[in-house]
Nanobody
Framework: QVQLVESGGGLVQAGGSLRLSCAAS????????NGWYRQAPGKQRELVAA???????NYAASVKGRFTISRDNAKNTVYLQMNSLKPEDTAVYYC???????????????WGQGTQVTVSS
């Protein structure tokens, strides 16, 4: 079994910073890609940032220059550093991991439970 645990959400003032963490545990052979998504009330879930197995990153235009995705392979943990937060960043943030479970040869997607980020003006 594989479990993802998210942490780091909370309430901050505009201009502040938060760092989200997503730790994967269990029978993991390899992690191929990580991503952070967010969903605001009444809105579709959208990709915020992604990183692949080579370390290449991709960001939504709305967060580029403010957010940074990174990964610690030894800890099977992905981070999202969020700086210069704006009220429009308010959403539930979800981590996504594409990995291979031990004993299998196929890639599967796993999702974190979500963590609330609220930015006040």
């Amino acid at each position: 079994q594989v479990q993802l645990v998210e942490s780091g959400g909370g309430l901050v003032q505009a201009g502040g910073s938060l760092r989200l963490s997503c730790a994967a545990s269990g029978s993991i052979v390899s992690i191929n890609a990580n991503g952070w998504y967010r969903q605001a009330p009444g809105k579709q879930r959208e990709l915020v940032a992604a990183i692949n197995s080579y370390g290449s990153t991709n960001y939504a235009a709305s967060v580029k220059g403010r957010f940074t995705i990174s990964r610690d392979n030894a800890k099977n943990t992905v981070y999202l550093q969020m700086n210069s937060l704006k009220p429009e960043d308010t959403a539930v943030y979800y981590c996504n991991v594409v990995l291979i479970v031990r004993g299998t040869t196929t890639r599967r997607d796993y999702w974190g439970q979500g963590t609330q980020v609220t930015v006040s003006s």
